[in-house]
């Protein structure tokens, strides 16, 4: 179960944290993984890590806020089976603190740079006959987190957006999906906590491991593996949904 062999896998963001989770489990599953990434280094340690381990992956430099060069990518790529669309940043701030800037910058990453990849896949899995599409929101879409103005937009607009795409291909066997996570371990979540709660590591960490009911953050791993299963040909009959993946956060913290 669960095979992706000859798949033709596009992920972005694939050099770090879940994205690179996601990269390395699709290619043990038979896949041919392309990762589309801004940091070259990150890409290129991936793609080592999988063909070091006799798997197949390319990695491609590509901004994918620019249209131009996420199309250049695609068209290079060529036949596509999936798209993970799971490049994004994060920020920190309320309404009246976000500044034009930084609500740009989010804006343009996280949003317009799922569109673009919609733009630049959906004629290549028309022309292949259809194919899979999975976008990364976050429980941020669906409930208030504090001081996430920006970033909770964007997420939401990925879901709006999973939503569209689904019904409108779907008479040409495209099937799409999005997962959201709440927090997740990653080498970001160790950066932030670093950079703004220095000498209080681990009282933060174990202050935000125990803000999810289950009593810990997730891990990438886990992200992956149902990433894995809505790619698969076993999730068929699944399109239009959003799948949380959050210790429990959205039903059970109140």
Same mark, same amino acid.
């Given at each position: 179960?669960?095979?992706?062999? %000859?798949?033709?896998?596009?992920?972005?963001?694939?050099?770090?944290?879940?994205?690179?989770?996601? !990269?390395?489990?699709?290619?043990?599953?038979?896949?041919?993984?392309?990762?589309?990434?801004? %940091?070259?280094?990150?890409? *290129?340690?991936?793609?080592?890590?999988?063909?070091?381990? %006799?798997?197949?992956?390319?990695?491609?430099?590509?901004?994918?806020?620019?249209?131009?060069?996420?199309?250049?990518?695609?068209?290079?790529?060529?036949?596509?089976?999936?798209?993970?669309?799971?490049?994004?940043?994060?920020?920190?701030?309320?309404?009246?603190?976000?500044?034009?800037?930084?609500?740009?910058?989010?804006?343009?990453?996280?949003?317009?740079?799922?569109?673009?990849?919609?733009? *630049?896949?959906?004629?290549?899995?028309?022309?292949?006959?259809?194919?899979?599409?999975?976008?990364?929101?976050?429980?941020?879409?669906?409930?208030?987190?504090?001081?996430?103005?920006?970033?909770?937009?964007?997420?939401?607009?990925?879901?709006?957006?999973?939503?569209?795409?689904?019904?409108?291909?779907?008479?040409?066997?495209?099937?799409?999906?999005?997962?959201?996570?709440?927090?997740?371990?990653?080498?970001?979540?160790?950066?932030?906590?670093?950079?703004?709660?220095?000498?209080?590591?681990?009282?933060?960490?174990?202050?935000?491991?125990?803000?999810?009911?289950?009593?810990?953050?997730?891990?990438?791993?886990?992200?992956?593996?149902?990433?894995?299963?809505? !790619?698969?040909?076993?999730?068929?009959?699944?399109?239009?949904?959003?799948?949380?993946?959050?210790?429990?956060?959205?039903?059970?913290?109140?």
């Amino acid at each position: 179960m669960f095979k992706l062999t %000859n798949k033709s896998v596009v992920i972005t963001g694939g050099g770090s944290g879940i994205g690179r989770a996601m !990269c390395i489990l699709f290619a043990q599953q038979g896949a041919n993984v392309h990762i589309i990434e801004l %940091n070259d280094k990150a890409a *290129a340690d991936t793609v080592a890590e999988i063909t070091a381990a %006799n798997g197949k992956a390319t990695g491609y430099a590509c901004d994918v806020s620019n249209q131009q060069q996420v199309v250049d990518a695609f068209n290079k790529i060529g036949k596509i089976d999936i798209l993970i669309n799971n490049a994004g940043i994060a920020h920190i701030g309320r309404a009246d603190t976000t500044s034009t800037e930084d609500f740009e910058k989010v804006f343009n990453v996280n949003v317009k740079g799922a569109y673009n990849c919609l733009y *630049a896949v959906i004629p290549l899995l028309k022309a292949n006959g259809g194919g899979v599409i999975l976008n990364t929101a976050s429980i941020a879409a669906s409930v208030g987190i504090t001081d996430r103005f920006a970033y909770s937009m964007s997420k939401g607009a990925i879901h709006a957006m999973t939503l569209s795409v689904a019904r409108d291909y779907l008479h040409d066997n495209i099937r799409c999906n999005c997962i959201s996570p709440a927090r997740i371990h990653t080498p970001f979540v160790d950066g932030f906590i670093a950079k703004n709660y220095a000498g209080q590591e681990a009282e933060i960490f174990e202050k935000l491991s125990k803000s999810q009911p289950i009593g810990r953050m997730g891990k990438s791993e886990e992200v992956a593996a149902l990433a894995l299963y809505l !790619c698969s040909d076993e999730a068929g009959f699944i399109t239009g949904t959003d799948y949380p993946i959050d210790g429990g956060f959205i039903t059970l913290n109140n």
